[in-house]
């Protein structure tokens, strides 16, 4: 298994920013593709931007492409997420997430999750 714990989440005004980090511990070499997922109130789980450790491959949800970052640290087991220009309608859960299939946005290919960390953006 693959743990993962969340941190930076916070409350911040419109237009400002914050950086996600997630921590991989236990069998990180099952691990192939990191993403981050979230979840606002009353709305279903969605996918926002996913890396490989090799940081070859990149992928973002139409809503957050020029805002947010994703990047991976290997030898530290660290995955960030940086958002910029921050909505309220990103507020939501965030959540890190660990696959060692494939490149996807399908959270069913997913198989470790973490607990989540809260960003939610005053307007």
């Known amino acids: 298994q693959v743990q993962l714990v969340e941190s930076g989440g916070g409350l911040v005004q419109a237009g400002g920013s914050l950086r996600l980090s997630c921590a991989a511990s236990g069998r990180t070499h099952r691990s192939y593709v990191m993403a981050w997922f979230r979840q606002a109130p009353g709305k279903e789980r969605e996918f926002v931007a996913a890396i490989t450790w090799g940081g070859d491959s990149t992928g973002y949800t139409d809503s957050v492409k020029g805002r947010f970052t994703i990047s991976s640290d290997n030898a530290k087991n660290m995955v960030y997420l940086q958002m910029h220009s921050l909505k309220p309608e990103d507020t939501a859960v965030y959540y890190c997430?660990?696959?060692?299939?494939?490149?996807?946005?399908?959270?069913?290919?997913?198989?470790?999750w973490g607990q989540g960390t809260q960003v939610t953006v005053s307007s």
């Open positions: 997430a660990s696959s060692h299939t494939y490149f996807t946005a399908n959270q069913g290919e997913y198989d470790s």
